[in-house]
Each structure stands twice: as C-alpha cells, then as structure tokens.
C-alpha cells in the first residue's frame, strides 16, 4: 500500500474503531457537524495512552471564517505549543486575511510554536481564489508540512482536476492530502482517478466492521 488513509473523527470510540479498521493515521476534532473545532484536552491525553498510529489534532477556535483577531491567535498558539508538548504527532489549522489570502505571517508564528511538529493548512485554502498560488506561498514562505483540499470543490472527485494539479506543482515540497466526501465505499474510484499519496475523510474507514 503506497498511500495514507487519515480518517476525521471526533470521538474516542470512533478514533479506536478507526484504527482498528485500518485508518493509518487520526485527524481529532470537535463538532465534526462545524467542519471540525479543537478537541478537549482530556480526549487527547487519553488516546494518546491508546491509540498506535499518528494523531493530528485540528487548531481552529471558533467556526465561521479564517481571520481570526489577536487573542484567537494567542489561544491557537497556546493550544498548539499545548498539543507539541503531549507528543501528538501534528496539528491541523489556516488563517486568511480579510483579501482571503492565507496569513502567511499567522502561519509562521502557529509553525513556530509546533516546536518541529508535523503541520497541516486545512482546507481553508480552498477559500481562497487562486488555489495555486496560494500553494506557492505556503511553500515559499512557510513551512507548513502538507495541505488538506479538495480542490476547491464540494468532493474529492468534482475537484480532481484542481488536485491534479496542486499535486504536480507541490512536487516534493509539500504533501497534498486530498479531501471532500471520500468514503470507504467510493475510496478505490477517488484513488484511481487521482492516485494521491494521502486522502481523508470522517468515513473514510468503515468504523462498523
């Protein structure tokens, strides 16, 4: 197997059926239902105890849009250099700026308090209105390890050709993690029409095998 399979969840039962059932790695999140929020504290020091395979945690304070004022970048901040200390594996977050152009300067102060973590833009990139070269300022100017998308689109598989591309101009500078209603059922047409080295989702797994 040549690819990553990161599956979204929100629940401590749900983290230990996915890795069960062969997700490779865990993105934890609250109120899946508001595209994901940061998890509580305790749910994290717990699976950590438990859980084999990597966990990212997803940094994002509040629902709504991605530019965010001081004192949510201040608690963003804070809960990452939180998270970096308990030996979570990465953390997931975006900011834009009020153009809806991606906050580079916000970026780096979040990469910098990840301490050498493994960091994630989500999707707030497929906000913006020229994906690739937003792309290319994430890889000029930060250091940001891989970007969550799907393509501008509501699916993986409606965005593909947008992914395609983001792919081809990442190269080896930047992992693509594709998104967007991937599921264990559609998972094999998503990879053969996109053949990604990392795809996610909240059903990517089937949590009831």
Do not use: W
């Amino acid at each position: 197997m040549n690819f990553i399979r990161e599956a979204c969840v929100e629940t401590f039962e749900d983290a230990i059926a996915a890795e069960k059932n062969g997700a490779d790695r865990i993105e934890l999140c609250s109120n899946l239902h508001l595209d994901g929020l940061t998890p509580q504290k305790s749910l994290v020091t717990r699976l950590l105890k438990v859980l084999k395979i990597p966990m990212k945690i997803m940094i994002r304070p509040r629902d709504g849009d991605f530019c965010y004022n001081s004192s949510e970048i201040r608690q963003m901040s804070d809960d990452i250099s939180y998270f970096s200390k308990q030996g979570v594996f990465g953390v997931v977050f975006g900011a834009l700026d009020a153009d809806n152009l991606i906050d580079v300067l916000v970026i780096n102060l979040l990469v910098k308090s990840a301490s050498g973590l493994d960091c994630t833009f989500h999707k707030a990139i497929d906000e913006t209105d020229d994906i690739i070269s937003q792309l290319r300022i994430l890889i000029k100017y930060s250091k940001v390890s891989s970007v969550l998308s799907s393509g501008c689109s509501k699916s993986a598989l409606s965005g593909s050709a947008v992914l395609l591309d983001m792919i081809k101009y990442a190269k080896s500078d930047i992992s693509i993690i594709c998104a967007g209603s991937i599921t264990h059922r559609n998972f094999s047409e998503v990879h053969a029409r996109i053949n990604a080295k990392e795809y996610h989702g909240k059903n990517i797994i089937d949590l009831g095998k």
